[in-house]
């Protein structure tokens, strides 16, 4: 148990703390209004907004020296419902269904292949409940300072780690994840990022790199797809699943 945490909340981290959005209006399955090309944090910021106003698949890899972890998430923000598969650097596999979180793992205790935990039941500050809070997320979009338009649907620019904790929910410890970034990171107020918004006006890659003072460069990179595709996630057997333990709740 204690060795799959750290993987898993940052691989959750990459679907959700990196893109979720919430500046300043609700996500809802209706268009956003369009931006102005002169305007160009206004079109990064609302272009995320746009992609998670319905569901999508989410293409993510995070890269620290020699370690690499890749994932693809296919998410429902409306339904709270999340599926996602990948290496963490083990394979691994998550589950969300409302407040029920199932987790399969090889470093999983126990003696069924999937693990259930109750997100109501994790500690507030919880790292692994920030993870699955799909509604609270701020991210590093929520820091945008600058941005210029560099081609067609191309934008560069610079987002400050420190306004985006600031920006951020306290639900689910996400403001405390954020800080938790900013204070490994060089430089927390320059994080340089690109991203790509398409004709809709949806935001189609983000990618950004925070330059660490112990580990080198943490480099994310995310591509969205799919939108508005149903997406439908189901819990595991229950012969293949157990309940996670009072112990497992101390650690989560």
Excluded at 143 to 168: C, F, N, P
Excluded at 182 to 196: G, Q, W, Y
């Amino acid at each position: 148990m204690r060795r799959l945490i750290p993987a898993l909340v940052v691989a959750l981290a990459v679907l959700v703390t990196g893109c979720g959005t919430d500046s300043g209006g609700s996500t809802t399955n209706s268009p956003a209004p369009a931006t102005s090309a002169a305007d160009p944090v206004a079109v990064v910021r609302q272009g995320m907004d746009r992609s998670f106003s319905g569901t999508l698949t989410m293409d993510a890899s995070v890269k620290a020296g020699p370690t690499s972890i890749k994932l693809r998430g296919k998410v429902d923000p409306a339904a709270r419902a999340l599926h996602v598969t990948g290496n963490a650097p083990e394979p691994v596999e998550a589950r969300l269904i409302g407040d029920a979180a199932y987790i399969k793992s090889d470093s999983t205790d126990g003696d069924k292949p999937w693990m259930k935990i109750d997100l109501t039941k994790l500690r507030p500050g919880s790292s692994l409940r920030q993870s699955f809070d799909l509604k609270s997320q701020t991210g590093v979009v929520g820091g945008i300072v600058s941005a210029e338009q560099v081609g067609d649907g191309r934008y560069r620019g610079v987002t400050d780690l420190e306004k985006a904790a600031a920006a951020a929910s306290d639900e689910g410890g996400m403001r405390a994840g954020i800080e938790s970034s900013a204070k490994l990171a060089k430089d927390p107020k320059a994080i340089p990022f690109e991203a790509t918004v398409d004709a809709d006006g949806r935001l189609t890659t983000l990618s950004y790199t925070i330059a660490t003072k112990n580990v080198g460069d943490l480099v994310t990179e995310m591509r969205m797809s799919d939108f508005g595709k149903p997406v439908s996630v189901t819990a595991p057997p229950a012969g293949d699943t157990e309940e996670a333990s009072k112990e497992a709740y101390e650690f989560l």
